[in-house]
Structures are given as structure tokens and as C-alpha cells.
């Protein structure tokens, strides 16, 4: 079975400048990432995506693989998770190379993982041939029944629970667990979207993790360094300190 890991930096980033390299104690944010996919027993490629040269060649330093630099057009604020795996797998198509079995998805903006939970995410998909790709959450307290938009001026419940009227009233423990996607390792079946177009498909596994940061602002990157000094993520500081 092949299986590569596909790390996503686009150049643009408006919270953090140049935010998928920044330095996040001795090494660039990416990095972390880069070396938690280098240290898997189940990962044989290393992939980062990016539109940056200079992205792609602290990517290389780190031992990521960059086999093309991919179009602006899909390396936007706005542009979807869909589309760069489209480009990779059109990537693949394009010069008759072998499409993997899985992909395993990092984002560098959730650098703090331990590996074993990244491999026995690997295990679980392809344990369970019905799943179309499996994603990691962690519960949350919050129902989605609870929550609200606004309308102009005035506030509307995003959802009614069991078609009840004014259901955000319901005492919390009314309602079912809440996980929310965290960016921890998702594995992807890209034979469901060729075949589908759909990355995720209709039947995703559920990998649930501890929640870990997610930097996307500034306090989560200072969030991010408090716990680097964490001795589970040491095994990463390690990789790029070692003799090699």
C-alpha cells in the first residue's frame, strides 16, 4: 500500500506573515510537521504544496519532497483543501505516475502531534475498507443548537433541535456530543474523489484526539511555544538535532 502525506503552505497569510514559516523555537513552523510525516512507519513520501519558492526550499532543507509549485489561483485566502488535492492528483495524471492509496493531510499550522497517534489514525482507515477518509476531532462543550447567527439586527438559531421551538433553551446535556475537525491528521482516499469528486466522501471516520494548537492568530502561536517544551514533541527538536 502507498501511502504519502500532502503539507499545505500557501505563501499568503494575513493573521501571521509568512505564518507556515515562521519560527517556532529553533526551527520554521513547517518543519514540525515535515517531521512528524519523516518519522510515520506508514508514510513513504513527504509532500509540502505551495506556491513559494521560498517555502519550497526550507521544505527541501527539512527533507520534504516539492514536485511542483502550485498555481496562485488555487493558493488564496479563499481556495479549498479540494483544490490542491486536485492539482496533485492531476499532478500524478499528467506524468503517469502511480496515485497513492491514502494521503495523509497535515496542515503546518498544527505543529504539536505525537506520532503514534498520527500512525494508528493510518491504521484505522485502512482497517475500515467502508470509510471514506477519516478525520481528527476533539468534543467540545458548546452544541451547535446553541449557537446563533445574526439577521440583520437580531439573532437566529443555526439549528432546531427534534423541530423544537426555541430548542437553544434545552439544558446542555440535552444534546449529543459536539466534536469539531482540529487539523491533528486527516487521511484522505483519493479514489473517492476522482471517482466522486467529493475529498471527503459520505462515510468519514471520526479520530478523536486532544485538542492541540491550532495557530491561526497570534496568541495561538504564543499558545504554540508555551507547550514546546513539552516532553512528548521533544522526539521532533530531536530529528533535526541528531547526527544524520
Known amino acids: 500500500m502507498k501511502i504519502v ?4 503552505a500557501r ?13 517556532l523555537g529553533k526551527h520554521p513552523l513547517i518543519a514540525y510537521s515535515i517531521a512528524e510525516s519523516l518519522l510515520s512507519q506508514y508514510i513513504q513520501e513527504t ?9 519550497a526550499d526550507i521544505a527541501k532543507k527539512y527533507g520534504a519532497s516539492v514536485p511542483y509549485l502550485r498555481p496562485e489561483e488555487i493558493s488564496k485566502d479563499d481556495s479549498t483543501d479540494k483544490e490542491f488535492f486536485q492539482y496533485h492528483l492531476d499532478y500524478l495524471e499528467r506524468n503517469e505516475m502511480i496515485v497513492p492509496d491514502l494521503i495523509v493531510h497535515l496542515r503546518p499550522t498544527t505543529p504539536l502531534r505525537e506520532i503514534s497517534v498520527i500512525d494508528k489514525a493510518i491504521e484505522r482507515m485502512m482497517d475500515n475498507q467502508e470509510a471514506t477518509a477519516l478525520l481528527s ?8 443548537f ?3 447567527r445574526l439577521e440583520g439586527k437580531y439573532m437566529v438559531p443555526f439549528s432546531r433541535y427534534s423541530g ?13 456530543d459536539t466534536y469539531v475537525q482540529n487539523g491533528y491528521v486527516d487521511v484522505i482516499n483519493p479514489d473517492i474523489l476522482l471517482n466522486t469528486g467529493l475529498l471527503y ?10 485538542e492541540v494548537p491550532d495557530i491561526d ?20 527538536i530531536d530529528y533535526y538535532t541528531a547526527p544524520r
Do not use: C
Not at 11 to 23: A, E, L, R, V, Y
Not at 47 to 55: A, L, P, Q, Y
Not at 231 to 236: N, S
Open 164 to 176: 423544537i421551538e426555541e430548542s437553544f433553551g434545552l439544558p446542555r446535556q440535552t444534546f449529543e
Open 11 to 23: 505563501s499568503g497569510s494575513k493573521s501571521i506573515p509568512n505564518k507556515n514559516i515562521i519560527k
Open 146 to 148: 446553541k449557537m446563533f
Open 47 to 55: 509532500i509540502v504544496s505551495t506556491d513559494s519558492e521560498n517555502i
Open 5 to 8: 502525506s500532502i503539507i499545505p
Open 137 to 144: 476531532a476533539h468534543k467540545i462543550r458548546i452544541s451547535p
Open 201 to 210: 466522501g459520505n462515510k468519514i471516520e471520526m479520530w478523536e484526539t486532544a
Open 217 to 236: 492568530i497570534l496568541s495561538d502561536y504564543e499558545g504554540a511555544k508555551k507547550q514546546l517544551s513539552d516532553f512528548k514533541f521533544k522526539h521532533v
